[in-house]
């Protein structure tokens, strides 16, 4: 699987749009980018995934760029309860397993 | 829809003791996952299932044992629990295939003493 870079942390104001960037370098054309997220102490909550096009849905979107080697999370408008750390995951082709690194802790304040 | 479920939500052993935490998910998902997560670290995948009856090791096996006897469970056991496997146990479950996204239960927290 392709490795991923994240910030380690980031802040964002409340009601403004976060802006959560990974990089992947090394990713094939069949794998795909999954984001997660991690509440403390939570299970991890699926948010998006993308293969080539940018993708958005009720809770965020997916910017992948045309080369494919970096990717953007963006959640529109942060909430405090958008605390939390975020994992961005390439997954590879016929092998469905996870491998999450150590994200990039998301404070979101008032 | 109940999702992902996980029992129990806590447990603490001492040493040596053994015990087995169940996974249950009604999706209908062929795949499911075990994962250990240790503090400040990401998670680790313990086995895997590709189906009933079917099993495999991840990253981290050593210590564990697992079973897939019906489609909807997945059992983790440890034998003979020691105190490095203090840990919060995350399960998981997908269809086939990295189109498709795994989604977790809530969690089982561990202290062995």
């Known amino acids: 699987d392709a490795k991923t870079t994240q910030p380690p942390s980031m802040d964002c104001a409340e009601g403004r749009a976060a802006n959560l960037p990974c990089n992947h370098s090394?990713?094939?054309?069949?794998?795909?980018v999954y984001w997660y997220r991690q509440i403390h102490s939570q299970g991890p909550q699926y948010i998006i995934h993308g293969l080539k096009n940018n993708e958005t849905n009720e809770m965020a979107s997916l910017i992948i760029t045309e080369d494919r080697k970096s990717s953007t999370l963006i959640l529109p408008h942060a909430t405090l309860r958008d605390t939390a750390v975020y994992y961005c995951i390439v997954r590879v082709s016929g092998y469905s397993t996870l491998t999450f690194g150590k994200g990039t802790m998301l404070l979101v304040s008032p | 829809n109940a999702g992902v479920t996980q029992t129990p939500k806590f447990r603490v052993l001492k040493t040596g003791q053994s015990m087995t935490l169940l996974c249950a998910q009604d999706?209908?998902?062929?795949?499911m996952y075990w994962y250990r997560q240790d503090p400040g670290m990401g998670l680790r995948l313990i086995h895997y299932?590709?189906?009933?009856?079917?099993?495999a090791k991840g990253e981290v096996p050593d210590g564990y044992n697992v079973s897939r006897l019906k489609k909807q469970n997945f059992l983790l056991g440890l034998e003979s629990a020691a105190p490095s496997q203090t840990s919060v146990y995350f399960c998981?479950?997908?269809?086939?295939?990295?189109?498709?996204?795994?989604?977790f239960g809530p969690g089982t927290r561990l202290t062995v003493l």
């Open positions: 299932s590709v189906g009933e009856g079917t099993t």
């Open positions: 090394t990713i094939s054309g069949n794998e795909y």
């Open positions: 999706m209908n998902h062929e795949y």
């Open positions: 998981a479950s997908s269809d086939p295939g990295p189109e498709n996204a795994q989604y």
